[in-house]
């Protein structure tokens, strides 16, 4: 069974720095491409990033910077480590398993997410 | 700057059917966009219903289905339920490892 287990979230100041991670036993992870979307607080869903199975990395124009995404296959872990934190990224960070290895293939499982709060 | 766009809400009534849709601000969508649709209750995570313009997620039921309509992707849900009472979010591959999300049809059933 897919699993996701985010951890990670709380509260930051601005300018801040956070890591997430994802578990993710139950499916043979190295090879998927794996996704964090997040969910402003009363907002739509917004893509942040992805790694492919291989590691390249893709990153949506607002968070490119100051996230980086990577894995570690051996741990079937996928973090999201967040630098120069803004109130503007304040939301529910899920995490997303692919139904392949490639950065087109879409999402399949999600995770329950965890919230980050960027506040003073 | 690419905007994916939904329609904000929409109704149906018990057993009735309904298509939603998914268009860009420029442009066509084609199956070149691998759209995918994604449904979600307030306070929970997302499920996906549909990937690839037509894939059906592991147990998502039959009703569900996903196709390009004219020049938008296209969500439609036959024998509408109660518990189909969502939001329903769809995405848009846009090249180069980008992914864009329209922001959400709340569907009411009544």
């Known amino acids: 069974e897919v699993q996701l287990l985010e951890s990670g979230g709380g509260l930051v100041q601005p300018g801040g720095s956070l890591r997430l991670s994802c578990a993710a036993p139950?499916?043979?992870?190295?090879?998927?491409?794996m996704t964090w979307v997040r969910q402003a607080p009363g907002k739509g869903l917004e893509w942040v990033s992805t790694i492919s199975g291989s590691g390249s990395t893709y990153y949506a124009d607002s968070v490119k910077g100051r996230f980086t995404i990577s894995r570690d296959n051996s741990k079937n872990t996928l973090y999201l480590q967040m630098y120069s934190l803004r109130a503007e990224d304040t939301a529910v960070y899920y995490c997303a398993k692919s139904v392949g290895p490639t950065k087109s293939d879409g999402i399949d499982y999600w995770g329950q997410g965890t919230l980050v709060t960027v506040s003073s | 700057q690419t905007v994916v766009t939904q329609e904000p809400s929409f109704s149906v009534s018990p057993g009735g059917t309904v298509t939603l849709t998914c268009a860009l601000s420029?442009?066509?969508?084609?199956?070149?966009?691998?759209p995918s649709w994604y449904q979600q209750t307030p306070g929970q995570a997302p499920r996906t219903l549909i990937y690839s313009t037509n894939t059906r997620s592991s147990g998502v039921p039959d009703r569900f289905s996903g196709s390009i309509l004219g020049n938008k992707a296209a969500l439609t849900i036959t024998g509408a339920q109660a518990d189909d009472e969502s939001y329903y979010y769809c995405?848009?591959?846009?090249?180069?490892?980008?992914?864009?999300f329209g922001g959400g049809t709340k569907l009411t059933v009544l």
């Open positions: 139950g499916f043979t992870f190295s090879t998927y491409a």
């Open positions: 420029s442009g066509s969508v084609s199956t070149s966009y691998y």
């Open positions: 995405v848009l591959y846009m090249g180069s490892g980008i992914w864009v």
